[in-house]
């Protein structure tokens, strides 16, 4: 392919992919999930970048450093930012160390190539003439193999009947099309390229991918999928709040307010906690209350009490000191007034039974 269209198309994805990062980021403040989506678009804009200065024969170890370090652990943005929009109640981003193992991983070859700058130097001339080291190789199947499984492991959960996330049918639909679509241009991106591992063909054809990718995910994303979050069950609650007038920072307002006051009173942990006592509380409407509830934290009143009684419950969990207590115990201290219930919601927003849990967090910690 001639040199100048490779700069040309590779120049073209860099700059769009980066733009769409800055907006991701951006808007993260209102969506969470927008922060994970930047960094994927980084991550391909920042390994494009080193790609195509490898081409043209001006290859740098820093930017090999970047490019794979950063995409190295892209299947845990995947996973951060569908899970993200699966809670989209959350206005907080949240992080697991644990998606993130592989950049851990890289740390070695990092520190070999400062103790001995040949292993640097080996690696770009080998990656401009199209061939790997053994390091490159190895962290370039990782790259391949925790995308495409993180993508599979996600449609999986999707189509479970055992799992139960804090979506619409609507919504698991949309998410199911998005994993679909990553899932098929990562195949094609990444498996010719697992039975050769060339460098040349990340080199010319990734940019292409990484264009196709990313633009239908942010266009999909953006036009329907975002804004089908924005407001759970949005079409649902137009004709029930549409009586209430209400100005947008007027709802950010009552939202900041509802917020502080639960993490200041904590008044979930009482079992009989209604929604007319937070509005008399807060000396707001209950419909109003109701309303910025659903518009501005994704979901009805008793699914965000029972969202933070579930945290609550899993702090207890985990903390050591409180194993003496039963699980009937521990579903009355966060505000559960009897077991069955404070099962269904456990199980509905973790997707495993309080027992379950303990022994994966016991068996994880042990890993650990």
């Not at 809670?87 to 190539?113: C, E």
């Not at 998410?175 to 390229?193: D, G, N, R, S, T």
């Not at 039975?195 to 010319?204: A, E, P, S």
Request: overall charge positive; hydrophobic content about 45%.
């Amino acid at each position: 392919m001639n040199e100048k269209i490779v700069v040309l198309i590779s120049g073209s994805a860099i700059f769009d992919l980066s733009l769409l990062a800055i907006l991701s980021w951006f808007k993260s403040k209102q969506r969470p999930s927008n922060f994970w989506l930047g960094w994927m678009f980084f991550a391909a804009a920042a390994a494009i970048l080193d790609n195509v200065f490898i081409y043209i024969g001006k290859g740098s170890i820093i930017l090999y450093h970047l490019g794979l370090v950063l995409n190295v652990v892209w299947g845990g943005y995947l996973i951060s930012f569908t899970n993200s929009l699966r809670n989209s109640y959350r206005k907080t981003i949240t992080f697991d160390w644990r998606l993130f193992i592989p950049a851990y991983l890289y740390f070695p070859f990092f520190i070999l190539t400062i103790i001995e700058p040949l292993w640097g130097n080996k690696t770009i001339q080998m990656a401009e003439t199209g061939q790997m080291t053994i390091f490159g190789m190895f962290y370039n199947a990782i790259i391949c193999l925790y995308t495409i499984l993180s993508n599979v492991f996600l449609l999986r959960q999707e189509y479970s009947k055992k799992i139960r996330f804090n979506t619409t049918k609507l919504q698991k639909t949309r998410i199911k099309e998005i994993l679909w679509v990553m899932l098929v241009l990562q195949l094609m991106a990444f498996v010719p390229f697992m039975f050769k591992f060339d460098v040349r063909y990340i080199i010319l054809y990734m940019p292409i991918f990484g264009q196709i990718f990313f633009l239908y995910v942010f266009f999909r994303m953006t036009f329907s999928i975002q804004s089908l979050f924005e407001s759970n069950s949005a079409t649902e609650n137009v004709t029930k709040y549409a009586a209430i007038k209400i100005d947008g920072d007027k709802s950010d307002e009552i939202r900041e307010r509802i917020i502080k006051y639960i993490e200041c009173e904590n008044p979930y942990l009482q079992t009989d906690f209604t929604l007319s006592e937070m509005a008399k509380n807060l000396n707001i409407s209950s419909n109003i209350v109701s309303m910025v509830i659903n518009s501005k934290l994704n979901c009805s009143f008793p699914e965000y009490i029972n969202s933070l009684r579930v945290k609550t419950a899993i702090e207890l969990l985990e903390n050591v000191d409180k194993r003496n207590l039963t699980i009937e115990a521990i579903s009355y201290e966060c505000g559960f007034n009897n077991r069955t219930s404070f099962y269904k919601a456990f199980k509905k927003q973790t997707g495993k039974l309080p027992s379950d849990y303990i022994k994966n967090y016991d068996k994880n910690k042990v890993a650990v």
